[in-house]
């Protein structure tokens, strides 16, 4: 069984049909997700974090969301070039991002 240190979700507005269409997904969530994966490729981290794209969170307004546990950190209005930073100071450095926390 996979126990990782941090499990980020990133909500690319899946629905339940599988199609993606929402908010997130139009602001450049696929492309947060995918800065996510090759960030923690890039600097060996596949045993440690896991990364999952979900659907709605239903705070749209803040979105796109990205949640870290086991934290339960909740980060809005986050864009693909965040995505370093809060692998930085969060995942790597323990501190949280706090001008992205909602």
Known sequence: MISPKHHIFVCASCRINGTQKGFCH???SVNILQRFIEEVDDRDLSGEVMITNTGCFSICDK????????????????????????????IEGGEKVERLLI
């Open 63 to 90: 979105g796109p969301i990205v949640v870290v546990y086991p934290e339960g950190t909740w980060y809005g209005s986050v864009t693909p070039d965040d995505v370093e930073e809060i692998m930085d100071s969060h």
């Open 26 to 28: 139009s602001k450049d």
